[in-house]
């Protein structure tokens, strides 16, 4: 019941806010902040390993957000209307210290909800010390059952083993229901959908089956491989009959559809057929501290020189002020209209 009130409230504070709008009329709500652009996972729809390889050059320290900087430019974006913050990568994991920065953010004022995105593999050893910090909920990637299915997706050959001890890790920790993304790719793994919603069904967790979705430039995404969120309705509602569910907010991603024997819910981003860039609220940070207003954006706005050399508050607010009230994006809506690819930034350096 608490974290149902939560939810309530949290909807109440989106409806009657004051946050800055763009030029649709979207209001600012949720802020994505990257911590790396670096991961232990080599997705084919993200960091295809012929690509990312052992001589990829990664941001150098010296170019990434501090925390301290990550914080105050969120503490900033909370006084313009964000209430929900999610920190990705890359892998945030790998970001020595990010419990610390976890720590911070929670003690910010505004600031009604703190998740995180993990491919969950390095979650055994942060877990507990993520959930003292202040972390509030937290969603794992996980793309198929399958281990083989699995391993040739990581591309580093990881087994599911590794990343279900993660999810065991968060639950001791205290965080339920755990959120499970998985990208449905067909002809990879759309034969094992229907064993993912069952397994965690079982236990308690809400799986969210992603579109594939042409994110950057380097996946080879092709429509003819997309799964639709409606064929993957209609392949789980074969054996696990399902009835739809009402949006909790205005601007969730996911269409949610619960089991008809109560035990749990299951939801699907359709991002490519059927666009909700009409309810978008996300604006994103990179790890190096360009501001995106899209997830296929082209091009973001830095911020990170005048964070350092010596901008005020008022000086920051106003950059982003005017990169929002500005924000046109709609890409999801506009794809099927477009004549040719257009070159967007890469998924793994803003976050899903």
């Known amino acids: 019941m608490a974290a149902e009130h939560n939810e309530i409230m949290t909807v109440f504070k989106y409806q009657n806010s004051k946050a800055m709008r763009d030029v649709f009329g979207r209001p600012f709500r949720d802020l994505r902040?990257?911590?790396?652009?670096?991961?232990?996972?080599?997705?084919?729809?993200?960091?295809?390993?012929?690509?990312?390889?052992?001589?990829?050059?990664?941001?150098?320290?010296?170019?990434?957000?501090?925390?301290?900087?990550?914080?105050?430019?969120?503490?900033?974006?909370?006084?313009?209307?964000?209430?929900?913050?999610?920190?990705?990568?890359?892998?945030?994991?790998?970001?020595?210290?990010?419990?610390?920065?976890?720590?911070v953010l929670a003690e910010l004022d505004g600031a009604s909800d703190i998740t995180m995105t993990t491919n969950a593999y390095l979650l055994p050893k942060f877990a507990q010390k993520l959930k003292d910090a202040g972390l509030q909920r937290i969603t794992v990637s996980l793309d198929s059952l399958d281990d083989e299915v699995f391993k040739k997706m990581n591309g580093r050959g990881f087994g599911v083993k590794s990343v279900l001890a993660g999810i065991e890790s968060a639950e001791q920790a205290g965080f339920s229901p755990i959120k499970v993304n998985s990208v449905a790719i067909r002809g990879v793994n759309d034969h094992t959908i229907v064993d993912t919603a069952h397994y965690f069904k079982e236990r308690g967790h809400i799986v969210r089956?992603?579109?594939?979705?042409?994110?950057?430039?380097?996946?080879?995404?092709?429509?003819?491989?997309?799964?639709?969120?409606?064929?993957?309705?209609?392949?789980?509602?074969?054996?696990?009959?399902?009835?739809?569910?009402?949006?909790?907010?205005?601007?969730?991603?996911?269409?949610?559809?619960?089991?008809?024997?109560?035990?749990?819910?299951?939801?699907?981003?359709?991002?490519?057929?059927?666009?909700?860039?009409?309810?978008?609220?996300?604006?994103?940070?990179?790890?190096?501290?360009?501001?995106?207003?899209?997830?296929?954006?082209?091009?973001?706005?830095?911020?990170?020189?005048?964070?350092?050399?010596?901008?005020?508050?008022?000086?920051?607010?106003?950059?982003?002020?005017?990169?929002w009230t500005a924000r046109t994006d709609r890409y999801s809506e506009e794809r099927a209209s477009m004549t040719k690819p257009r070159r967007k930034v890469e998924m793994y350096h803003i976050g899903g």
Request: proline share 4%; glycine share 10%.
């Open 33 to 103: 902040i990257s911590v790396t652009d670096r991961c232990n996972f080599r997705c084919t729809y993200c960091m295809p390993a012929e690509i990312f390889g052992e001589r990829y050059e990664f941001l150098p320290k010296k170019d990434l957000l501090s925390f301290e900087e990550i914080t105050r430019v969120t503490r900033i974006l909370l006084k313009l209307g964000g209430m929900k913050l999610r920190l990705t990568g890359g892998e945030p994991l790998v970001r020595n210290g990010v419990e610390h920065l976890v720590a």
């Open 209 to 323: 089956f992603i579109e594939y979705m042409d994110v950057g430039n380097l996946n080879g995404w092709k429509m003819d491989q997309v799964i639709t969120a409606e064929e993957i309705v209609e392949m789980i509602n074969r054996e696990l009959p399902l009835e739809p569910v009402e949006s909790t907010y205005r601007g969730e991603v996911a269409n949610r559809y619960r089991y008809r024997d109560g035990s749990g819910e299951i939801g699907v981003i359709a991002s490519v057929t059927k666009p909700f860039c009409g309810d978008c609220t996300r604006l994103r940070l990179s790890p190096e501290g360009e501001l995106f207003t899209c997830l296929f954006g082209t091009k973001g706005t830095g911020i990170r020189e005048p964070l350092r050399s010596g901008a005020s508050d008022d000086d920051i607010e106003t950059i982003i002020r005017n990169i």
